[in-house]
């Protein structure tokens, strides 16, 4: 399906071509566009969004799976709206809740709430919560490099930690990076995300309208200078002489002076030779790591609970909402919406009978949390996720660590999830679209 000027299946010379319609690919292209260079966007799928597509039925508006965006509008996605001349608009959901022994219980999603929260919680015993108000309140003060090579749970060890600080910790950790284990998570973004949330308003927050309606607007801006194409699998990338010549898909070959990659890095071979590339990308294309999971959405046909913020539950680690219950659009009136994560190991994710059996334990923890839920299902979908985050924030895999935007290939770059984008979740990816954009921009105006 085209989405734009018709031009045919000529070879076109763009000045831009950009592989992949998610978040990153979709941002970078209408800043790109923005700035006023023509843009071809090829998306192998029949929509547009990536990973944070969404879908209608029946009345309602789908996510993918729980996709909140972090940090309002002092995040990435506010910056690329603010830069595209565009107001960012979100709502803010409840606050957060676990649900434990039986109960919800408020989780602090500031660190002054933390102080509050855990100055009389039932999660840690008097304690504990001394030595975890220690360990965690020292963490935005100190300098990255104390930790800098850490997994949390090294740099735990040191403090002697008890095993209620380990499971507090590792709540925290699936919820700000979608993954408790705390051997991967690097100490060094526990710390950039401390440092971070200590300036910021409102850590978790919902595009108001939801996300289709960005994805509206991206379009609309690449499509003032371009065209976007879906449904045509880019399968190669063509090189010649230390730079892209041109990309290869079932429609032909198309050149442009510019290729941007928003591929995932661990599905780079796909369409180039990784020794093609340094040798530091093909290592790091052969090595990264994603976070992976189960996503369970469902559509109730009248409402079942009022509550309106992120809930949690350690054991096992899972998270969801009522997403219509702070953002009313979603679903048809009277209606509710629900969409619920649950953390599964990559080692674990293909494995189909563990899978099976990790959705009834789910579902059987939603009828815990909300008795008499599924008697009001009116649709439900599972979805099983290779890659939640591109990278998980391990060790090796920080945002310092991860590749930049540019390559050894003179005119190709990259932006998406894997990349040196800062930020959690898809702030990742809209940071380095910002980033990228500004490269590319850069490169093409030296290039005229």
């Not at 920080?398 to 590749?403: F, G, K, V």
């Amino acid at each position: 399906m085209d989405y734009g000027l018709r031009m045919g299946r000529r070879a076109v010379e763009y000045e831009v071509i950009i592989i992949g319609g998610g978040v990153a690919g979709l941002s970078v292209g209408a800043l790109l566009a923005h700035q006023g260079h023509s843009v071809l966007l090829l998306e192998k799928d029949s929509f547009l969004g990536g990973r944070a597509h969404c879908v209608k039925r029946e009345g309602f508006t789908i996510d993918n799976g729980l996709h909140v965006s972090r940090f309002g509008r002092q995040g990435a996605c506010a910056r690329v709206l603010k830069t595209l001349g565009k107001e960012a608009e979100f709502v803010i959901p409840g606050k957060p809740l676990v649900f434990i022994e039986g109960e919800f219980e408020p989780f602090p999603s500031t660190p002054s709430e933390f102080v509050k929260a855990f100055i009389s919680t039932k999660f840690l015993s008097p304690l504990s919560r001394l030595k975890f108000l220690k360990i965690f309140l020292s963490v935005p003060l100190s300098s990255p490099k104390k930790y800098y090579h850490f997994s949390v749970y090294d740099w735990l060890s040191q403090h002697n930690p008890t095993e209620e600080i380990l499971d507090v910790t590792r709540l925290f950790c699936g919820v700000a990076f979608v993954c408790p284990d705390l051997t991967k998570v690097s100490a060094r973004e526990v710390g950039e995300f401390l440092r971070k949330a200590i300036f910021v308003k409102n850590h978790i927050s919902y595009l108001k309208g939801g996300w289709m309606r960005l994805f509206d607007v991206l379009v609309k801006e690449i499509r003032s200078k371009g065209k976007i194409k879906t449904e045509v699998e880019v399968e190669k990338i063509k090189v010649s002489h230390n730079q892209v010549e041109s990309v290869l898909t079932k429609d032909g070959e198309d050149k442009a002076k510019v290729v941007i990659s928003t591929v995932p890095f661990q599905h780079l071979n796909k369409i180039i030779e990784l020794k093609r590339l340094s040798k530091a990308l093909e290592e790091y294309a052969k090595r990264v790591e994603p976070t992976s999971g189960i996503s369970l959405d469902f559509g109730l046909k009248e409402k079942v609970s009022a509550l309106d913020g992120i809930i949690m539950t350690l054991d096992p680690l899972t998270m969801g909402c009522f997403t219509s219950n702070f953002e009313p659009s979603l679903a048809p009136k009277g209606k509710q919406i629900g969409n619920w994560y649950y953390y599964v190991p990559q080692d674990l994710i293909k494995d189909k009978d563990y899978l099976n059996e990790q959705v009834k334990v789910l579902k059987n923890l939603l009828q815990e949390m909300f008795p008499g839920l599924w008697s009001l299902r009116e649709w439900e979908r599972v979805r099983v996720l290779d890659i939640v985050d591109g990278a998980a924030p391990k060790v090796g895999q920080t945002w310092t660590e991860r590749p930049g935007f540019t390559s050894n290939l003179s005119n190709l770059f990259f932006a998406g999830d894997t990349t040196a984008g800062f930020g959690w979740g898809s702030e990742i990816a809209f940071d380095s679209a910002l980033k990228c954009a500004e490269v590319v921009g850069e490169w093409l105006t030296a290039h005229i």
